[in-house]
C-alpha cells in the first residue's frame, strides 16, 4: 500500500486525538471514585495506627466519628488557612510534598483519636511520618498516647523495599514491636526508637527506646529510625504546649 | 518479524466457518503449549520475573495483559487496512499506551490497595514484547475475530506461566498462597522462608525448570 506523507501526517493525528480524547473522559470520569479511594487508603492508614482493622471495619464511619483532625506549623501554633486563605483539610495535606518544603513552611497535621465515650477527651495523637527506606520512600502514622511519650501503634508502608526484608514493616508482628516503647526520656528529652541491628526475637532484651531489628533489613530499619525521630522533632513544639497543659483548639 | 498468515485457508472456509471452528480452537490453544509465549517464544520475560513474588498482584497482572492483548489486538486488526505502513510500530504503541493507561486508572479508582503494589509493572505492560510481537506478527494481517482469539490465547499462555512461576515464589518465598499461610495452617510454623524466590533469581529457575518440563514432554528441539 503506498501512501502520501500527508496521509500519514492526517492519520496520526486523528489517531492522536482519538486516543487522547478517549484518555481524558476517562480520566475525568473515574477521578470522583480515584479521590475516595484515595481519601479511603489514608483513613485507613491513619485508623490503622490506632486500631486492628478488619475487612468488616467501616472505615469512614469509625474515622469520622472518633476523629478530629488540626493543622500546625513549626510553633506548634494552629493554621486554619493556606496561603490562598482557604481552609485546610488535614487529610488532603499531602504528607509527602510537605516534607519537601522547609521546615518553617511545612504544614503538619495532627490527628486525634477521641475517646469512645467522652469526645472532649484525647485517647492518642497521631502524627504522620515519611522518610526513605533502602530503595525507595517510606510513610506512615505513629500513635501516641495521651502523655505525648509513649506509643500506642504505629502503621508504617513502603513503596518498594525487599518484599521478606525491608518491607516486613507492614508486618502487624513488626509494628508490634513498638507498641508501650518511649520517644522522650524521663526528662523530656526526644531520644526516638531505635530499630536495632539485627534480629534477636527476645523482646525482653531492648529498652523502652529501642525495638528488634529486622533480618537483613538494617538499612530499612534506620531510615525507619530517621524518620521516626525527624518527625517527632517537626512536632516538638505543639508536644510541649499540649504537655503543659495548653490547647490548640480542634476545627 | 515475519507476518504469519491464515487467510489463505480462509479462502476455502470462507462465510460458513463457525466461531469457533478447529482451526480457530488451534489459535486460542498454540500459545497455551506448544507456541507458548514466555516458554517457546522467550518473550515477556522481563515482567514474568518482576510481578510474581506473590499471586495476587500476578493475577491482577494477568488479567491486564489479556485485556490489553485481546483489545490490542482487535483495535489494530479493525484498523490493519488504514494504518500507514511506515508509522504502524508507532500507532501500534499508542494503541497498547492507550489501553495500558485505561487499565492503570480503572485499578487505581477500584482496586487502590491492589494498584499500589502493581502500580509500576501495569505501566510496564506497554513495553511487554507479547503484546507488540502479537500485533505485528499476527494483528496485522488477519481479521478481527481471528485476532481477539489470538489475543486471548497469547494472554492466556502468559498469564498461566507468571501464575504457575508466582505460585512456587509465594508458596516458597512467603510460605503463603494468596496471602493465606499455607504452612502455619498445616501446623508447620517454623517454615523458613526462601530468600532466593524472593528474588527475580527466583523465578528465573521456576521458569527454567517449566521450561525444562514442557519440553521433555513436548519433544521440542532447538532449531
Redesign the interface.
Request: aromatic share 6%.
Given at each position: 500500500m503506498q501512501q502520501s506523507n500527508l496521509y500519514i501526517i492526517i492519520f496520526s493525528v486523528a489517531l492522536t486525538v482519538v486516543l487522547g480524547g478517549l484518555l481524558s473522559i476517562a480520566a475525568v470520569g473515574l477521578k470522583p471514585m480515584q479521590t475516595k479511594a484515595i481519601e479511603l487508603d489514608t483513613k485507613k492508614q491513619i485508623l490503622s495506627s490506632v486500631m486492628e482493622l478488619t475487612p468488616e471495619t467501616d472505615v469512614i464511619g469509625t474515622y469520622n466519628s472518633r476523629t478530629n483532625s488540626i493543622v500546625v506549623n513549626l510553633e506548634g501554633e494552629l493554621i486554619e488557612n493556606d496561603k490562598d486563605g482557604n481552609p485546610l483539610i488535614a487529610e488532603k495535606i499531602s504528607i509527602e510534598k510537605e516534607s519537601k518544603k522547609d521546615p518553617e513552611d511545612m504544614l503538619l497535621p495532627v490527628f486525634l483519636y477521641m475517646n469512645e465515650k467522652d469526645a472532649s477527651k484525647v485517647d492518642a495523637y497521631i502524627f504522620p511520618l515519611f522518610g526513605n527506606g533502602l530503595w525507595d520512600k517510606i510513610w506512615g502514622y505513629i500513635a501516641v498516647s495521651p502523655d505525648l511519650t509513649t506509643v500506642k501503634g504505629i502503621a508504617m508502608d513502603h513503596k518498594g523495599e525487599t518484599p521478606g526484608l525491608g518491607a516486613r514493616i507492614t508486618d502487624k508482628e513488626v509494628k508490634d514491636r513498638y507498641k508501650t516503647k518511649k520517644l522522650f526520656d524521663a526528662n523530656g528529652n526526644l531520644v526516638g526508637i531505635e530499630m536495632k541491628k539485627g534480629e534477636r526475637g527476645d523482646p525482653s532484651l531492648f529498652g523502652e527506646h529501642e525495638v528488634d531489628g529486622m533480618s537483613g533489613a538494617t538499612l530499612t530499619g534506620n531510615g525507619v529510625n530517621d524518620m521516626i525521630l525527624k518527625y517527632i522533632q517537626f512536632y516538638q513544639a505543639y508536644i510541649d504546649k499540649i504537655k503543659a497543659g495548653e490547647t490548640v483548639a480542634l476545627n | 518479524m515475519s507476518t504469519e498468515t491464515v487467510e489463505q485457508l480462509e479462502v476455502e472456509v470462507k462465510e460458513t466457518e463457525s466461531l469457533l471452528s478447529k482451526r480457530r480452537r488451534k489459535i486460542i490453544s498454540d500459545p497455551l503449549d506448544d507456541d507458548n509465549p514466555i516458554t517457546i517464544q522467550v518473550l515477556g520475560i522481563c515482567s514474568a520475573l518482576a510481578v510474581t513474588?506473590?499471586m495476587m498482584p500476578t493475577l491482577v497482572m494477568a488479567l491486564a495483559v489479556i485485556f490489553v492483548t485481546v483489545f490490542s489486538n482487535l483495535i489494530i486488526s479493525i484498523l490493519r487496512?488504514?494504518?500507514?505502513?511506515?508509522?504502524r510500530i508507532?500507532?501500534q504503541l499508542?494503541?497498547v499506551a492507550?489501553l495500558v493507561?485505561?487499565v492503570d486508572?480503572?485499578l487505581?479508582?477500584?482496586l487502590?490497595?491492589v494498584a499500589?503494589v502493581v502500580g509500576v509493572y501495569v505501566g510496564l505492560i506497554i513495553t511487554n514484547c507479547i503484546i507488540m510481537g502479537r500485533l505485528e506478527a499476527f494483528a496485522m494481517g488477519n481479521k478481527p475475530w481471528d485476532s481477539v482469539l489470538d489475543g486471548l490465547g497469547s494472554g492466556f499462555g502468559y498469564s498461566w506461566i507468571i501464575l504457575a512461576v508466582a505460585f512456587f515464589r509465594e508458596l516458597f518465598?512467603?510460605g503463603s498462597i494468596f496471602d493465606f499461610k499455607v504452612f502455619e495452617a498445616i501446623g508447620w510454623s517454623s517454615y523458613q522462608?526462601n530468600?532466593l524466590m524472593?528474588s527475580p533469581i527466583g523465578a528465573f529457575i521456576i521458569l527454567g525448570l517449566i521450561i525444562w518440563v514442557q519440553r521433555y514432554k513436548n519433544g521440542y528441539v532447538e532449531h
Open positions: - | 513474588v506473590k487496512n488504514v494504518i500507514p505502513n511506515r508509522v508507532i500507532v499508542a494503541v492507550s493507561i485505561l486508572q480503572v487505581r479508582a477500584y487502590y490497595d499500589k518465598g512467603s522462608a530468600g524472593v
